[in-house]
């Protein structure tokens, strides 16, 4: 099993319509989760943490299931700039140390 | 925000030459910077933690003596890959976190990454 698992996608939903994805995780100890966005022969960039009781940034909403090991991430009202790998980065073991599934890609089309 | 730059963008290299990737952190200082490698579709895995003034620690699998690094100065690290072979052909990506990234709710800021490809 990988330690930090996402199912790759390619979502393809038009604009305006709602996308959602889970992240498995190995370790039930972990403790911080982030969902990150990587654009194509990009840099990731930190799109949310997720926190305990789940959160909303905009149209973003991360949620935390701990019982099932999984971290969601649902984006709302889909735009064409949201186009874009999300990786999910769990902080497996509570260190420094952070580790990335291999991303999720979503295609918003007009 | 915090912004980290990496130098070269993009490297291309014959077989057997030792390339040189420079991480900086531009307005914070970092005493721990981290390396990571991507290869096309797969997740970015840590390959070394770079420490200001000490040795790097590497991940398992990872050969020091053919992945150098050295962190002069608390915004700089460099990542050299000596005698680079095609299967060395990768996204190289630097990170740092200004609160110092070794906690784990630290957030990390990615420098743009450097692309290898070795012919």
């Known amino acids: 099993r990988k330690e930090v698992e996402q199912d790759p996608g390619p979502f393809n939903v038009p604009e305006g319509a709602t996308v959602a994805f889970n992240c498995t995780y190995s370790?039930?100890?972990?403790?911080?989760f982030f969902w990150y966005r990587q654009d194509c022969r990009k840099e990731p960039k930190l799109l949310m943490s997720v926190y305990s009781s789940g959160n909303e940034d905009g149209r973003f909403t991360a949620q935390l299931n701990r019982a099932s090991q999984y971290i969601s991430l649902l984006i709302r009202d889909s735009k064409l700039s949201d186009s874009a790998t999300y990786l999910c980065?769990?902080?497996?073991?509570?260190?420094?140390?952070?580790?990335f599934g291999a991303g999720t890609t979503v295609t918003v089309r007009a | 925000g915090a912004v980290v730059s990496q130098h070269p963008s993009r490297v291309i290299c014959k077989s057997g030459t030792s390339v040189k990737i420079e991480c900086r952190s531009l307005?914070?200082?970092?005493?721990?910077m981290f390396w990571y490698r991507q290869f096309p579709k797969q997740s970015l895995m840590l390959m070394a933690t770079?420490?200001?003034?000490?040795?790097?620690?590497?991940e398992q699998g990872v050969e020091k003596d053919k992945f150098l690094i050295n962190h002069a100065s608390l915004t700089l690290s460099t990542l050299t890959v000596t005698s680079a072979h095609p299967e060395d052909s990768s996204f190289y990506i630097c990170s740092a976190s200004p609160s110092g990234g070794t906690a784990s709710t630290d957030t990390q800021y990615f420098g743009p990454g450097t692309r290898l490809t070795v012919l």
């Open positions: 770079s420490n200001e003034g000490s040795k790097a620690t590497y």
């Open positions: 307005d914070f200082q970092a005493t721990t």
């Open positions: 980065v769990v902080n497996l073991h509570n260190d420094y140390k952070l580790s």
């Open positions: 370790n039930s100890a972990s403790q911080s």
